[in-house]
């Protein structure tokens, strides 16, 4: 994980951005929040196992469906799987270690 403080690439409204290898952060003080730096992590998990690219289709695919069902941007992201396993599990350090592979899609 290469984290990077880059606060211009950051949509607004957002913290961080995992694009793998990469944990693009929006100031330094997300780089000393475990709880960022442990959802983006979950996201890099997500990114590899899904080999990256299929990652990102699905992720986009995902928030067109959900923003047609809930009708709102914020709702239809924060129901998109991916997001909804990283933010269940930021706070818990360990998550990573006992994970099961593709374990996303018990949040679909």
């Keep these: 994980m290469i984290v990077v403080v880059a606060k211009?690439?950051?949509p607004k409204g957002f913290v961080g951005i995992a694009?793998?290898?990469?944990?693009?952060?929006?100031s330094d003080v997300q780089k000393n929040n475990p709880s960022t730096i442990a959802h983006e992590r979950i996201h890099l998990r997500q990114q590899l196992e899904m080999l990256v690219v299929p990652f990102f289709v699905w992720y986009g695919l995902e928030y067109l469906i959900r923003l047609a069902h809930y009708k709102d941007r914020k709702l239809a992201y924060?129901?998109?799987s991916f997001e909804r396993e990283?933010?269940?599990n930021e706070k818990s350090p360990?998550?990573?270690k006992t994970r099961a592979f593709w374990f996303f899609v018990n949040y679909i």
């Design 78 to 80: 924060r129901n998109i």
């Design 94 to 96: 360990d998550y990573l």
């Design 86 to 88: 990283a933010y269940a």
């Design 19 to 26: 694009l793998w290898p990469f944990v693009l952060l929006a």
């Design 8 to 10: 211009y690439l950051i």
